[in-house]
């Protein structure tokens, strides 16, 4: 059986991130696994995520490396706590710094592989290296800085709770 996605272990009051967030019907969604030391996603682009014709923008690229180092983080934080993810337990990264390397145009057509390996790890911090692969070729690489979320970015009263009301999720 398939392992739950980091991503859809996260708390509801967590899970509305355009990238990855499972409540979000407008969003990426993207789903994020261990596979051995290393963490791996799925993306396959819409033709409208076009830069020029042919090729993936740069900006949806940055978006799931982004997206899958800060689940690379949460989940790398969990495993060396030796505590499973859940609702109830997740440790949970917010981007603090996203640098992306375009290395060559990506196509368009297939699905992306997007890999992450963990760099650094403290409790309050991870550094997360990040490829996107198409069809076997690096096309782009990044590095994500994720830092323990600040309290004041999980609310799930007050403004944040009304504007996701407020968009139907
Ligand atoms: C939870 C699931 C949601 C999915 C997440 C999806 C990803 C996102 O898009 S998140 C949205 C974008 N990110 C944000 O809005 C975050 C806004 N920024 C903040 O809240 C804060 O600046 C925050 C939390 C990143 C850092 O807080 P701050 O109090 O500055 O942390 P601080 O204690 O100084 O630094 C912690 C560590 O991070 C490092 N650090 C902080 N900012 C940076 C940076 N910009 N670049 C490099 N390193 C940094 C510090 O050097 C420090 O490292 P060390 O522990 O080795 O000394």
């Given amino acids: ?59 949806l690229i940055a978006s799931l490396v982004d997206c899958h180092g800060t689940a690379t983080a949460a989940a790398a934080s969990h495993r060396a706590e030796g505590r499973p993810m859940g609702p109830d337990e997740t440790l949970r990264f917010v981007t603090a710094s996203l640098h992306v390397d375009f290395l060559r145009p990506t196509p368009l057509g297939g699905p992306l592989q997007v890999r992450g390996q963990v760099e650094t790890l403290t409790a309050r911090k991870a550094v997360v290296a990040v490829s996107v692969i198409a069809d076997g070729t690096v096309c782009a690489r990044g590095r994500v800085v994720a830092v323990r979320m600040p309290e004041t970015m999980g609310a799930t009263a007050g403004p944040a709770a009304r504007i996701m009301e407020d968009a139907g999720s």
């Fill in 1 to 59: 059986m398939t392992e739950p996605a980091f991503q859809d272990q996260y708390p509801d009051d967590v899970s509305h991130c355009f990238g990855c967030g499972r409540l979000n019907d407008h969003g990426h969604q993207l789903k994020s696994r261990w596979d051995g030391d290393e963490t791996v996603a799925w993306f396959r682009p819409e033709p409208y995520h076009t830069a020029t014709p042919g090729f993936v923008y740069g900006g």
